[in-house]
């Protein structure tokens, strides 16, 4: 069976110097390698092939039979891990609380124990919804259950 940490190792060294960086990687009993990358400019579809062929030069298929799937880590997933937040500094982002609630807004400062987001307030008028600016917010990482970018269209 592939190991994780071999993975993990393999994705690392190959985007190390890049400013592309892993963001997950996991390994089914089936031996099914979900990987997921991100970068501090975006991920290209050729990222995302580079990653893949990388791998499928370093695991030989004769001794391991593998399904291998590398990509991008797209607007739909949540954020794991600073450097995502951090690349995220002067843009909207969507908080998920534990405790369910949500909080929307610009991130302003993302740290290992905390983020400062300039809250949005909704309001409805009655055929516009616009934002306000409300009070920036400081938030413990402890307290996040998610966070994931927004886009707006104006």
């Known amino acids: 069976m592939i190991d994780k940490k071999q993975i993990e190792k393999l994705v690392g060294e190959f985007l190390e110097g890049t400013d592309c960086f892993l963001v997950q990687a996991k390994v089914s009993r089936d031996n099914i390698i979900h990987v997921i990358i991100d970068g501090d400019n975006g991920v ?12 499928e030069k370093n695991i030989d298929r004769e001794e391991e039979d593998y399904e291998l799937k590398v990509l991008s880590s797209g607007l739909d997933y949540p954020f794991a891990m600073l450097r995502q937040y951090k690349k995220y500094i002067g843009k909207d982002v969507s908080v998920t609380m534990q405790n369910d609630s949500k909080i929307q807004g ?48 104006n």
């Open 44 to 55: 290209t579809i050729d990222n995302c092939v580079d990653v893949s062929r990388h791998i």
């Open 106 to 153: 610009v991130l302003l400062e993302a740290e290992e124990s905390y983020i400062l987001l300039q809250e949005e307030i909704e309001k409805k008028n009655k055929k516009k919804i616009t934002f306000t600016p409300g009070e920036a917010i400081r938030i413990p990482m402890d307290e996040i259950k998610q966070t994931k970018a927004v886009i707006k269209f």
